[in-house]
Each structure stands twice: as C-alpha cells, then as structure tokens.
C-alpha cells in the first residue's frame, strides 16, 4: 500500500519511532498533497517549510509523528487561522487551542489547515472566501474545495475541507467542527468517518465560536478504529472551557469489537420516506420528501446488515424532527451574531480604515463578511431583538426542549439510533448556493443531536447510482461514544465500503 | 413578517448597499417564513433550553498563571498598534479634542 494511503492506526505501526519512517511519511503525504490538491482544493493553508524535519522535536506519545489537518477554525500558535474568512485575513493566534495542546501533547504535529464554509455558515464549502466570487481580492479562479470522488460537486460542509482531504489521501486525519451536522454531512458526502461528540466532550477552547451551545469539535478518519484512537487524544475535561464536561472519558478501544448482539438499534419513522418494514400500515408513514432513492436504499441494506448480526432493529418516532431545521436557524443565528460581534477590525484580521470608529465598525464589517454571515448576523440580531425574542428566540428554545425529550423517549427503547446523515449524496457546484432554505435542508437529518446535546457518528454505507458516496448516522445517549464506535465498528468489519478511495 | 432591514444593520453594525438590503430581506422574509412553522406547536406548559447538560459557574483566583498568553504576543497580532506596540490603535472617538 502507499504511505500516503495510511490511516492512523498502519502509521503508528509504520513509524515506530523511526526517524526515517516518520520522513518518508511525511513526504508521501507533501508529495499527494502536491498532486491532489490543485484539484481538490482542501487545504488553505499548506507548507512544507513549517513541517517538523525529525521526531526529535515531537513528544512521544499515542500519536507520535502522526500529522493531522485541521478545519481554519482552531487556533493555531503562529500559524494563519483565518475561519475561511475575508476578516480573519492575517490574523496569527497567539496560542494553541486545547484539542492542538493535546494533539501535540500526544506526539502528533500540524499537517494543513483544511478550507470551510466562512465561520463555518454553510453546508458545501462554497461560502469560503477562497471561493473565487467571495474573495475580497477578487481572486476570481480560486476555487473552495470540490469533493474528491467528482470535482464538478461539493464536498459538504462546513468542514468540507478536512472531510476531503482525508478521502482524497492527503491526510492521515483531520479534525473539524460540527454545529449543525458540519461533521458528519462532509464526512458522508466524502466516504470517510466522522464524529460530533456528545456537547462538552470535547473542549472548545480556541475554537472559534459560531453557536456556543451547540458547536463541538470532532475528529474525521479513514476507518472507526481511527475515530475511536483520536477522540482519545482529544476528549476529557478542560478548565479553560467552562462547558467542558467532568465525565470521565471511556476506554474506546476496549469496547470496539464486542459485536452488536446486545444493541438495540432504533429506527425513526420521521427519518424515511417509504414503508420502514413491511408489515407497517402505510398511513402511519410520515413521508420525508426530501430523501433520495438512492439513500434510502443504502439505508435499508446498512439495517439489514444490522439485522444479520445479531442486531435487534425496533421502530421508534422522534416527532418533532421536522422542526428541527427552523429552531437551529434561530438559535443558531442568534448565538452566531453575538459571538461575531467581537469582529469589528480592532482585535483581529482585516481593518477597513475610516475617519471615526463607528464608521470603521461597519466598513470592516461589510467587507470582511459575505453574504451567508451577513445573513446569519442580521437574523440572529432580529431573532433576539426586543419585541420578538418571545416569539422566535424563546419559543425555539422550548422547541429545542421536546426534541430533547424525544430522544430521551426514544433511548429508553434503543441504544443507538440509525439514520441517513444527509438527505442527498453530494450535489453540484453552485446548485444551492443562492437558495439558502434548500442549503438549510440538508442539514435535516444531522441538526438534531446538536440541539439535543448527543453524539452521532456518520460511517461509509455504500455508493448512489452515478458514485458518490452515502452515509449513515448513528446516534446514541449522552457521553456514549463507545457505543457508537462499537456499532460502526461491527459494521465496517462486515461490509467494504470503507476500503473504496477516488479515482485522482 | 415584517422588519426594518436598515434598522437590524444599525443594531449589527455591518453597512449594506442597496442591492444588497434588497436582496438579504427577500432572503430574510423566506426564512423567517420557513421557521414560524414551530408556532404550529403549543409550548405554554415547556421549559426553554438555553443548555444541554447541567452545568454550573466556574470561577477561579483572578491571578497571573504561568500558562497565560503574554500581553506582549497578544499586541502583537493586532490588525494597528501604536508605534511602541504597547496600546489598540482605533480611529478617533470622542469628538471635538484634537
């Protein structure tokens, strides 16, 4: 096999500690990133010189010499973190964020940083401001990412670049941020695994903020196995993140191969389009419009594969899914405008200069932002404007409460939830970029375990008609992990859709 | 739904053309449509959730900790300075004192 075809788990047995083994990894990977990358677009910020030259300079640990990619929106001590953004342009953090302190801790280093949707405000990347029509320098060739296994379409978002260079072979790993399904839906569209942990699992210091209570860092990977060897790394504690949680962190690996014969996997009626099983009467089926056939397919033959494992499949409602969509847009917006009002051209990136600093609030703000964040900021500031934050502001966080106790219903029944990760398999450059609802929609089926606060894990399923890429989501209870992990696992091992790559 | 697109731009201090507060109301209008479909549901009786899990406060001793980011590194990446990079440079705002 390739070196640069390496996941975390043969890396680790590659290197070793061997100074030239950790090398000739590293320049595999330069090498593929050097070919690949020009059609893929995954990284914005890449360059060998800032590469360690021996282990020596790393800590030894469980990812000792492992490089890793990670979404423009974790600080990076002296390295360029720009949130895809015009106004992050030339803002340098000086300090590292936790998951950085703990990758480096753990012997890993800084591969690239991976291109995104601008402050992470899209579902297809191609809110970036390196997506030639956005860029303040009108750089109008430039293209934000393309997905690996046909470039004429997204790679998903808003971490389409981490999810695509982990597919396209240009990473071991990577890690991104999921707020809304900014995880799983790229890591679905790109055929490669990718987790949003439970809410506080994982600390946010030095991410920066988009929706403070739904936003959580994760990790995409080749294979489960990987996943599992990464959140390790990255899980646990912090006190610099007042909403880190105190629960102690599993043993991941020591649970991943037990199988799936004492699980019960829930199925949500809300989820599919069709008849779930056959001896359910019709009328009873809320029909998802919005699911492709295709999905829909894979979906059922992933709970086939369950059932022959030894899996116990049991029907479940989540009935306020399809509200799920218009309370994130609330929420979501509403903390997105509070935390991007601390870009005003004072502290970070880009100042447009002006004669007074009011003017140069707003000149700053109108050229640094495009169109997505201005409409984010401008919904989230009337959402919770005086005389309408009861009517949208407070009724969605009700709202968020009964989708909340849906899953608390619905566990009591099952251990995980499957579903598709994304309503579609990935869709064309520029087909939803001016409909931003039909943007919005994609991200029906991820949105949930934000709001909710619960882990879900998206894993390879199998392919469309014309070859793109297909996941599913398992969603399980709160700081379940390990019970993801052991779920996709059992499937992974049993099917191979994990082991196909795009054709570069 | 109605609401004044220039007064929401006031209030999140960002400048909008013309074109552009035609355009991002019309967006604006569709979305805020989309989402009043949660009125459909009674919540009279429900608890916000402003956050997932049960958490509390956490202070700390306001003291210099060995593992904080200099002053010195922070100046540093400002988008101006002044000249001996000790203070935020901004435009003028008190008018009147020259």
New interface residues.
């Given amino acids: 096999m390739e070196l640069f075809k390496y996941g975390i788990k043969q890396a680790r047995e590659f290197i070793q500690a061997n100074n030239e083994h950790f090398l000739a990894l590293q320049r595999a990977l330069v090498e593929r990133a050097g070919t690949v990358d020009k059609k893929v677009n995954a990284y914005v910020s890449f360059s060998s010189s800032k590469l360690p030259t021996s282990l020596n300079q790393l800590s030894g640990g469980p990812l000792h010499g492992v490089p890793v990619s990670l979404k423009d929106n974790m600080c990076t001590d002296g390295w360029e973190t720009t949130c895809a953004s015009n106004i992050l342009q030339?803002?340098?953090?000086?300090?590292d964020a936790t998951v950085i302190s703990k990758l480096k801790d753990a012997g890993a280093y800084i591969f690239a940083k991976c291109d995104m949707d601008e402050f992470a405000f899209g579902s297809s990347c191609e809110t970036s401001c390196y997506n030639g029509r956005n860029n303040r320098k009108k750089k109008a060739n430039a293209s934000a990412t393309r997905n690996p296994w046909n470039v004429d379409y997204i790679p998903g978002g808003s971490s389409g670049g981490s999810a695509a260079c982990v597919a396209a072979d240009e990473a071991v790993c990577s890690l991104g941020s999921d707020t809304g399904g900014s995880i799983r839906q790229p890591a679905a569209l790109c055929g490669v695994v990718g987790l949003k942990p439970t809410?506080?699992r994982v600390s946010r210091y030095g991410l920066v903020a988009f929706g403070s209570?739904l936003d959580q860092i994760g990790p995409f990977t080749k294979t489960v196995y990987d996943n599992a060897l990464l959140l390790q790394v990255i899980a646990g504690h912090d006190?610099k993140d007042?909403?880190s949680?105190h629960e102690p962190v599993d043993d991941y690996l020591a649970t991943i191969n037990k199988g799936v014969k004492d699980l019960r996997i829930g199925i949500p009626k809300e989820y599919f389009r069709f008849k779930i099983r056959e001896d359910m009467p019709e009328k009873e089926l809320m029909g998802n419009e919005g699911l492709d056939y295709d999905v829909e397919l894979r979906i059922r033959e992933a709970i086939k594969v369950y059932q022959n494992l030894g899996a116990k499949i049991v029907d479940i409602s989540l009935p306020?899914t399809?509200?799920a969509?218009?309370?994130y847009?609330?929420i979501g917006t509403a903390e997105a405008?509070s935390n991007l009002?601390r870009f005003?051209?004072?502290?970070?990136?880009?100042?447009v200069?002006?004669?007074?600093?009011?003017?140069?609030?707003?000149?700053t703000?109108?050229e640094g932002?495009g169109?997505e964040a201005?409409?984010r900021?401008?919904?989230g500031?009337?959402v919770l404007?005086s005389g309408y934050y009861d009517a949208?502001y407070?009724?969605?966080?009700?709202?968020?409460?009964?989708i909340?106790q849906d899953f608390d219903n619905a566990f009591q029944q099952c251990d995980v939830i499957l579903t598709p990760t994304s309503p579609t398999p990935a869709f064309k450059i520029g087909e939803k970029l001016d409909d931003?609802?039909s943007m919005?929609l994609s991200d029906i089926f991820t949105i949930s375990a934000n709001?909710?606060?619960i882990p879900a894990l998206s894993v390879p399923c199998g392919f469309s008609k014309n070859g793109l890429p297909i996941g599913m989501q398992l969603m399980g209870k709160?700081f379940s992990e390990a019970t993801l992990f052991q779920a996709a696992h059992t499937f992974e091992s049993a099917t191979d859709h994990h082991t196909k790559r795009p054709a570069l | 739904m109605k609401f004044d697109i220039e007064a929401l731009a006031q209030l999140a201090r960002i400048e909008l053309g013309h074109k552009e507060k035609e355009r991002l109301s019309g967006d604006l209008v569709n979305i805020l449509k989309y989402v009043e479909q949660i009125d459909e549901l009674k919540t009279d009786a429900i608890e916000p959730t402003s956050h997932v899990l049960a958490i509390e406060n956490v202070f700390r001793e306001d003291e210099i900790r060995e593992d904080s980011v200099s002053a010195r590194k922070v100046l540093d990446v400002l988008p101006d300075s002044s000249k001996d990079g000790s203070f935020f440079r901004v435009p003028k705002v008190i008018e009147g004192i020259e």
């Fill in positions: 030339g803002f340098i953090p000086p300090y809410y506080g209570s006190p007042s909403t949680a306020h399809k509200y969509v218009a309370v847009y609330i405008s009002a005003d051209g004072v502290q970070y990136g880009l100042r200069y002006a004669d007074n600093l009011r003017e140069m609030y707003f000149k703000r109108d932002f169109d201005k409409r900021i401008l919904l500031t009337f404007s949208y407070k009724k969605a966080q009700k709202v968020r409460t009964l909340k931003p609802i919005y709001l909710a606060g709160y």
